[in-house]
């Protein structure tokens, strides 16, 4: 630790990761579903407040914030809670930072998918397995434990850190829109979401589709006096396979080098039929369609529908009935911040008191990362713990190691970044 | 009218179709789908009463049905109403006649594909739209009327005629069953389903199926690193596209000698993903799969359980991870009445006092005429007005010179079937 100066040393020193992991297990037990996020913000603003931050919670205003145009969610809410913990001087005599993670979780699928219940964590092997355990309590209870190493360790912040903990990521990003129109800012903006401890100053971005097919409702028994509409779906999937072929051949991006599909239009979910013994009259598929880093994204979504249209136009039913391709809930627009920033080259060394100089390149999903840098204007970048290939999946886990690297990188970073008395 | 007894004469002149039409447009305004069948037949129980009809009605004991190996449903009940009416001498003089209807209809699916409110009946251009006009209670109140006119006309049958309006026929046939239960037997039984006025003395089997196609969750910004149980369903369809095309080319019957696709393989619905940016672990589809007149079901079974192993044998994926096929719900068991039965001529001989000969053919649709036939033992044909073909879609409809003709036979051949003094 020769590197260390005796504050960053007390901090690091402070930062106890046995509680931090025992607070992670206890958060993976409360599921937090979209709208059903209040018992573990809850539970999270109690951490915060014994952890000796000033915290804020309020009542996020939906019917208010729905008027942003940047507001987006596919689960509606009738309540939600903004909860930030912060602390530091106010004086902006150093710069601040905001560590932003989200608590809401992706349904667990069917456990017997699982080697573990989904809703308890287990440590086995070195990994913490259990759904949000890696997207992203792992990352969000990392940034916790660095503001309270700091706040026990008795360091004066010359500027303001601030530890949101956000809902609806997921599904669209309202919570961390709540907290830019609670007036949160800062000089930089990172968040720990599942990047193999990578920097990633981009990422690609992603905007919900719904494709409604239509058909023609018979009775089964004579179903060839219907049209199938899960027949003909089929036409209009490949043709999105084809679009998604030919986008990501024609999009490359050096930050993204390493991906073969860095925009993957993915459909995951197809409703059809309300009787087995009838002819389907009409599909609705849902899914994710990746958008370029610095790509227009309404000449994307044209592109989609002409995709969509002229496969229907060589299709004899679905010519005079064609598909209609909708865009709803989650629309997460593409994002960078420079290099050159300094809260990158902070990152960078910070990482590398504990490990080899980490990679620097773009993720392929979208996250609220394009809120703080269009809506808030703030310089973000993704850096945090596990693999989110990992994620959405049976068996999510975290590295516990990865835990404890990235929660001592941010500490560290914040100390510098921010500096201190 | 030369061709009637006075007794005859009378029972036409009584069977007043104008109020039948009322009742009708009233009982389709009650959407009497499954497992919300009740108030449909309470009022049908009032009608049998002020028709001058022995009224029968009966909680139906659930529990005790499900142990009749022959009970099937796909929509669980908690109560259930079973509803008989009965006309005519209980001594045996005459035989006896069951005229058996289904009060229960399919959903209506969206009613913007319907040029008339589903559940309000319309009279357009000599049809009446609505659901259930066609399947079947059109049918069932021809029964009613006919029964109805023989009382109002004053005329003593010689045997007993049972009018059933039953609940259940959609998904599987519980409430036939339960009249069974109940002891209702008979010389002979006519289902006024529809046949377009044919004579049909077969039906084809249908047996519900449902097939679950595993695939790997991921994140869809991933997506190659799960697999699409959506895309892999694909292979599982052609396989029993196949397995149709060969069957219904192997097993010809003369009775359905007219249709291309006498045992239609249909896939109704599917449902697949749980999260548009997730890659969907598991499809799940269920249809209806025809068995041939004659068949062996349990064999009938094994094909379509051998051509989705074979397919999934030829798949990488697929083949470590087998669709796993179940039968549920409806299971409609092909039936058949001997071609020279009393019922099958007077039937015809009726029909022709108003109309050419009526056609004799087999229907490709499971109906509750397998239950009379194999549970009861009694030989049963169909005989409806309306096209089936028109039924479970938009715009379904009834003609109303279908309903008199239907009616005024059913009369007919009840008197001369049953005698009367």
Redesign the interface.
């Given at each position: 630790m020769a590197d260390f100066t005796p504050t960053e040393r007390n901090v690091l020193a402070a930062l106890d990761t046995d509680s931090m992991l025992a607070f992670l297990s206890e958060l993976v037990a409360i599921p937090s579903l979209a709208d059903a996020e209040s018992p573990a913000q809850e539970r999270m603003a109690a951490e915060m407040r014994a952890s000796g931050l000033d915290t804020d919670v309020w009542e996020i205003d939906f019917a208010n914030l729905q008027r942003d145009p940047a507001f987006s969610w596919?689960v509606e809410r009738a309540r939600g809670l903004g909860v930030v913990g912060s602390i530091g001087n106010d004086s902006h005599d150093g710069r601040s930072l905001i560590l932003n993670g989200h608590i809401d979780v992706?349904?667990a699928?069917?456990s017997a998918?699982w080697s573990f219940d989904p809703w308890q964590a287990t440590i086995h092997n070195g990994r913490m397995y259990g759904r949000g355990a890696l997207d992203m309590k792992g990352g969000l209870v990392c940034a916790l434990w660095a503001a309270r190493a700091i706040a026990q360790a008795g360091v004066t912040l010359k500027g303001r850190l601030h530890i949101q903990s956000v809902i609806g990521e997921?599904d669209g990003g309202c919570g961390t829109l709540a907290s830019i129109h609670r007036g949160y800012r800062a000089d930089a903006a990172i968040i720990p979401e599942p990047t193999r401890m990578a920097i990633a100053p981009a990422q690609?971005g992603?905007h919900?589709?719904r494709i409604s097919v239509p058909g023609?409702?018979?009775?089964?028994?004579?179903?060839?006096?219907?049209v199938?509409a899960?027949?003909k779906y089929?036409v209009v999937?490949q043709a999105l396979l084809a679009l998604e072929a030919d986008r990501n051949q024609r999009m490359r991006h050096p930050l993204f080098a390493g991906y073969?599909?860095p925009y993957?239009l993915?459909?995951?979910?197809?409703?059809?039929?309300?009787?087995?013994?009838?002819?389907?009259?009409?599909?609705i598929?849902?899914?994710?369609y990746?958008i370029g880093i610095g790509e227009d994204s309404q000449a994307a979504r044209r592109e989609l529908e002409d995709a969509v249209a002229r496969a229907a136009a060589q299709d004899p039913w679905l010519r005079d009935h064609p598909p209609q391709v909708t865009w709803w809930?989650?629309t997460f627009e593409p994002a960078e911040c420079p290099t050159d920033h300094p809260i990158v080259s902070l990152l960078a060394h910070s990482h590398q008191a504990f490990a080899p100089a980490p990679p620097l390149e773009g993720?392929?999903?979208?996250a609220d990362m394009r809120l703080l840098v269009h809506q808030a204007g703030i310089p973000t970048v993704m850096y945090g713990p596990g693999d989110?290939?990992l994620?959405?999946?049976?068996d999510e886990y975290v590295p516990v190691a990865d835990l404890i690297h990235v929660a001592r990188t941010l500490a560290l970073t914040a100390l510098r970044f921010i500096g201190h008395t």
């Open positions: 596919e992706v349904p699928g069917d998918n997921e690609a992603a919900n589709v023609l409702s018979a009775h089964g028994c004579y179903r060839e006096e219907g199938s899960i027949e089929y999937q073969r599909l993957p993915s459909i995951g979910t197809v409703r059809a039929g309300n009787w087995p013994s009838s002819v389907a009259e009409e599909l598929a849902e899914g994710r990746g809930g989650g993720m392929p999903y979208g989110v290939r994620a959405h999946k049976p």
